[in-house]
């Protein structure tokens, strides 16, 4: 995108060039699932609708027992 105005003199040079992405942030993420592989658990969940650019990363937090929560390592959503 660029822009230049004008006056009863005639038209200025143009802006320099600026890009623009017409995205928003993910929409929330669809019902997640879990289930229980011997002492580890397994999670999934359904990709959000990503409107407009592709979901790089995920941040997972799990809930302690007295109510604060703790983050995962970094998700990127590939590891099954």
């Given amino acids: 995108m660029r822009v230049r105005a004008s006056n009863k ?15 928003l942030a993910p929409s929330v993420t669809p019902v997640i699932t879990t289930v229980q592989l011997g002492p580890d658990a397994g999670i999934s969940w359904g990709l959000p609708p990503n409107n ?3 979901i790089t990363k995920y941040d997972v937090l799990f809930k302690h027992k007295n109510g604060s929560y703790f983050p995962t390592s970094e998700c ?4 099954p």
């Fill in 76 to 79: 990127l959503g590939t590891d």
């Fill in 52 to 54: 407009g650019l592709v």
């Fill in 9 to 23: 003199y005639g038209w200025g040079d143009f802006s320099p060039i600026i890009s623009i992405i017409a995205a």
